[in-house]
């Protein structure tokens, strides 16, 4: 069995064992599949736009003519060097197109790149059983391989990344490479010539703009600041973020505390409380979190629990006044909890 281990895959690659003369790139990132095959194409062929060092295929084709593929790599290259055939598999099988080639010494090198192949799908289980194929995994990017991209990049862009601001920028990046990528890109691009990348420039630059208005509605009403809850409901209403999504957010919002405040009640600390919340609370919500723990009970919390779920109804029933329902009901938490904390 030559299958990758996810966290072996760049070492597996960068020194790639020159007698496997198939590798399979496939999961559910489509992004770091074609990062990946970008990366194994360039160090065999420096130039991609030559037609005799690099040919590209579509799986389609290989179905419909498997001896394509064989024909391609027995081809001897006009000025030497090594060939590749880089393959994008697509729905249907090009199992019987490979077979031939995985039988014996090739001579070009044949990348393919596929989607999320399940354990037991034909091509998987064949590159997976030749010696002479690698098949490697591409999956999501865990926080620490989010917080080395990061480093990377900005590194390569001569900037430097405040504490906070890489943990909010990595929270809202992730589930494909080249889309990860691309964020960070324009951050730097963005921060240029400033020397470093603040929370501020995160906040403006990266992800959800509602997304982000959403925790600050949220966490403002369960703190008890009301004026700063009206700002950020204005902010999610021009991100064009709908009553019931702000409404739903509370409630949720809520109903953690809810889980918390039980907690606490039981004797743990609100900071313990907040810790332990799962799932996990970034850490520039935690203050927040933590003083509406200190004024807002468990009782108190399912009672604006059901305040809130009967909002959202009404606020089905009657769409043109649903932003005053949301507006009203997110000021009745924050007043709850300011009059509990006074």
Not at 124 to 141: K, Q
Not at 160 to 176: T, Y
Not at 268 to 291: D, I, T
């Amino acid at each position: 069995m030559v299958a990758v281990r996810p966290g072996d895959a760049e070492t597996a690659l960068s020194r790639r064992d020159p007698g496997k003369s198939v590798i399979l790139l496939f999961g559910p990132d489509t992004g770091l599949v074609r990062e990946r095959a970008d990366a194994v194409v360039k160090a065999a062929v420096p130039d991609a736009s030559d037609p005799f060092a690099l040919v590209r295929l579509e799986g389609d084709e290989l179905s419909a003519d498997p001896q394509r593929l064989i024909d391609e790599t027995s081809t001897i290259g006009l000025f030497g060097g090594e060939r590749v055939i880089r393959v994008r598999a697509g729905s249907r099988n090009i199992v019987p197109a490979l077979k031939p080639v995985l039988e014996g010494p090739a001579g070009a090198l044949v990348v393919v790149e596929a989607g999320d192949l399940k354990r037991g799908a034909a091509l998987r289980s064949l590159c997976e059983g030749s010696p002479n194929a690698l098949a490697i995994a591409c999956y999501a990017d865990t926080q620490r391989d989010l917080a080395r991209l990061v480093d990377t990049m900005m590194a390569e862009a001569g900037l430097s990344i405040d504490r906070d601001a890489k943990e909010l920028l990595v929270s809202l990046i992730g589930g494909d490479r080249m889309a990860s990528r691309g964020e960070i890109a324009k951050l730097t691009l963005y921060a240029a010539g400033t020397g470093r990348v603040s929370v501020e420039d995160v906040r403006t630059i990266v992800g959800d703009a509602s997304a982000l208005a959403l925790d600050d509605v949220v966490d403002c009403a369960l703190s008890g600041n009301a004026a700063g809850a009206v700002k950020a409901l204005a902010k999610a209403f021009g991100a064009a973020t709908r009553p019931d999504a702000v409404l739903g957010a509370l409630l949720r919002g809520l109903s953690s505390l809810h889980q918390m405040a039980l907690q606490v009640e039981a004797g743990l600390p609100p900071e313990r409380a907040v810790e332990k919340a799962r799932p996990m609370v970034h850490f520039s919500r935690k203050p927040k979190l933590e003083k509406a723990l200190r004024v807002l009970s468990a009782d108190r919390c399912a009672k604006l629990m059901l305040a809130v779920d009967e909002a959202i109804l009404s606020g089905r029933r009657n769409a043109p006044l649903a932003p005053s329902i949301c507006e009203r009901v997110v000021l009745q938490v924050a007043q709850q909890a300011a009059r509990r904390r006074r």
